[in-house]
Each structure stands twice: as C-alpha cells, then as structure tokens.
C-alpha cells in the first residue's frame, strides 16, 4: 500500500481527500480551516499510517502565499509532502476527457498525479532566506508604488509650480521635499530651514544660493486650493515611503550579513547589496539545480522551441514560464555591468553581440543567461568572483 492525501489549497481553508493505495479512498473529502483545522490532517494522517503501515505523502500546489500556512504546518510534524507547480498540474487535468472543477476533484487529481508518477520534489528555501525573500518582494512592491508616487507628484508640481523643478538637483531629495513641503503650508523659507534637512555636507554658500533662489519664487496664487492641497498630500506620502523604504533596506542589509552567498554574489561588478539579497531570496539553494541550464529555465531565460515536421522556428522568444523577479533582478544587474563597462567580461560579451547585430533587448536577454551561469558557478563552488 502507498497511502497518499491529496490537498486543494484555497485562502483559509483547503480540501482534502486520503487514499490507501491508487483508486481506493480513505473516506469522504473534507473541508478544514487552516487556522485551527490541520490538526484533522493530522488525525487523518495517523490513522492512514496505523491501518497501511506506511506514512502517507500530501500533495499540495504552489498557490499563491496560502499554501506558505500549510507547508510549514507539514514541516513542523515532519510529514513527506511534495508541492506541484499549478502550470503542471493544469496541463494534466486538461487531458482528461470530462471537464469537472471542483476543490474535491481537484484533491483527487493531486493525489492521482503522484501515483502516476508525476510529481518530483519541489524546491526548498531555508527560514532565513523566506525571510529575505519576503522583505525583498516588499521592497520591490514599495519601489513600484514610490515610483509612480514620483511620477504623480511631479505632474502636480508643473502646475502649481514649475520653476521649483530647477533649484535642486534632486527633485526627490530629502531636502527638495522638505523645503517643497515648508513652501506649500506657507512657511518662509529660511537657511535654517534648509540647513536642517540638508546636513553638514552642504557648505553655507550653497545653502545661501538655494535659500535666495527659493525666496525669489512665489507660488502663483492663481492655482486652485485643491491642486495646492493634492501635491502636499504627494510630498507627505513621498518623505513617508522614503522613510519606510529605508528602514526595509536596513532590515535586508542586517537579513543579507546572515547569508554567505549574498557576500559571494557582491564580488560581482554592478551587484551591490539589494540585488544580491534579490538573486539570493529567488535562486535559493543553488544545490538543488543539476546545472546551470536548469536554473535558467527556473528563471524562465531559456528560448521556447517549435517544430513540426519540416519546418523549425529560427526566431522564438524566450519562456517566461519562470521566477519573473529573478528575470527582473538579472535584467537590472546586467544594465548595471554594462554601464560604464562596470562589469568587463559582461560588457564584452554585450558588445560582440551587438557587433553580430543582435537587437539590444536580445542582447541583454543573452547577457542575464550568461550572467545566470557565471552566479551558479560561484554558488556551486562557494568562491567569489574571478574578473
């Protein structure tokens, strides 16, 4: 007997439905609520174990964060599972004949893909790394929202004043915020004012200039109240998710000092510290990959391929069936190493491509699988890199 429990995830609660060999099921599917219900797995799981004699699998999918409760519930009782990958598991339903979806059916359809031999081990991460991973995810999505914050607040800025764009070099400097943010709720801006956002880098010439620039500058009073009100709200929001992307880079640098192969991906040129945390949360072990061709379909890098009979596609496009955040990662360290031939080999690589004609998004594609191999086999090897 192979005594299998195959587990529907859904937000909350997830179906189950146990089996004692292929074909013949252990009772009724059941509904439990992840919070407080997975002891009934457990009591199901021992019982399958006391009448069998072999400890049951649970087969689950990789859906969404939910399944993150059960799978570390299952880690915590060390019970075997195997987690698919819902693009599997779709292709497998759609060749059955009959068209049924429901959470039982699909809990059966779990378990009978293992006993059909279509379930490998699933990749693991390390506590530390999910925890890095989960900052680094936030980061990204805090990033996105910082940028179109900018994007709302500089459309703002040209109407109720667009001469303030040329006093400071960053518009979106700490400083240039704060002196925006004293002009708009009426404040006379003073040296002191500006001293106290711009620090002792600044000498006082500099802030005597800015200072002179900014009272030489009226706000026209012809602008309406709300468009005035609507871009102080957007400096707020702006000076508060810088504040709050800064104490998550803090966090990922103190998360990232944890783990030795963040330092070993820093030795890369044009890889700092959020980028290596980045490749690091989403690659994982490199262990678990048996060559680098391996991790570059994990990314989704590798080209797809179509044939059929005599005729093979010369121009394909890559998969993208991939880690899309790892894709973005390497795509943002290869624009990095080959700025200002940060990184020589990588930049070299980059230039005979485009020599051979190769268009530039092409070529950078070829230089992020190229980039992947060189990351596995520091990974693998454990030693830094070698320029």
């Given at each position: ?349 980059y230039d005979r491509k485009r020599e051979e004609g190769k268009p530039y998004k092409v070529t950078v594609i070829a230089c992020a699988n190229k980039l992947l191999h060189h990351i596995y086999a520091i990974l693998k090897k454990g ?5």
């Amino acid at each position: 007997m192979e005594p299998v429990i195959g587990l529907d995830v859904a937000k909350g609660t997830s179906v189950f439905q146990a089996f004692t060999k292929r074909g013949e099921a252990y009772g009724k599917s059941e509904t439990i609520r992840h919070a407080g219900g997975l002891e009934r797995l457990d009591d199901v799981i021992r019982q399958l174990e006391m009448q069998t004699g072999v400890s049951p699998v649970v087969v689950l999918e990789a859906t969404g964060h939910y399944h993150r409760t059960v799978v570390a519930h299952l880690e915590r009782m060390n019970i075997e599972h195997f987690i698919l990958n819902p693009l599997l598991s779709k292709r497998s339903k759609s060749a059955q004949l009959r068209k049924v979806k429901t959470d039982a059916a699909d809990a059966w359809h779990l378990a009978e893909m293992y006993y059909r031999g279509d379930v490998k081990p699933h990749r693991r991460w390390t506590d530390r790394i999910i925890e890095l991973q989960h900052l680094t995810r936030q980061h990204e999505f805090m990033t996105t929202q910082f940028i179109q914050s900018k994007l709302n607040a500089r459309a703002l800025l040209d109407q109720v004043c667009p001469a303030y764009e040329g006093v400071f070099h960053d518009l979106y400097s700490k400083t240039s915020l704060h002196v925006l943010l004293h002009m708009l709720q009426g404040a006379v801006i003073t040296e002191e004012v500006v001293r106290e956002t711009a620090g002792s880098s600044h000498g006082k010439a500099w802030i005597q200039s800015k200072v002179e620039r900014i009272q030489a500058m009226q706000i026209p009073q012809k602008q309406s109240a709300a468009q005035r009100t609507a871009l102080l709200c957007m400096v707020e929001i702006l000076l508060a998710q810088q504040e709050q992307l800064s104490r998550l880079e803090l966090k990922i640098q103190e998360e990232a000092e944890e783990i030795p192969e963040v330092e070993l991906l820093k030795t890369i040129p044009g890889i700092g510290d959020k980028l290596a945390a980045a490749l690091i949360a989403e690659i994982g072990d490199a262990g678990q990959f048996e060559d680098p061709k391996q991790l570059v379909a994990y990314a989704g890098l590798d080209p797809s391929v179509h044939s059929s009979g005599q005729f093979v596609a010369s121009s394909t496009r890559i998969t993208k069936r991939g880690s899309k955040r790892l894709r973005r990662a390497l795509y943002l360290a290869v624009q990095c190493g080959i700025r200002r031939s940060t990184n020589e080999k990588l930049r070299a690589y980059y230039d005979r491509k485009r020599e051979e004609g190769k268009p530039y998004k092409v070529t950078v594609i070829a230089c992020a699988n190229k980039l992947l191999h060189h990351i596995y086999a520091i990974l693998k090897k454990g030693q830094p890199y070698h320029k």
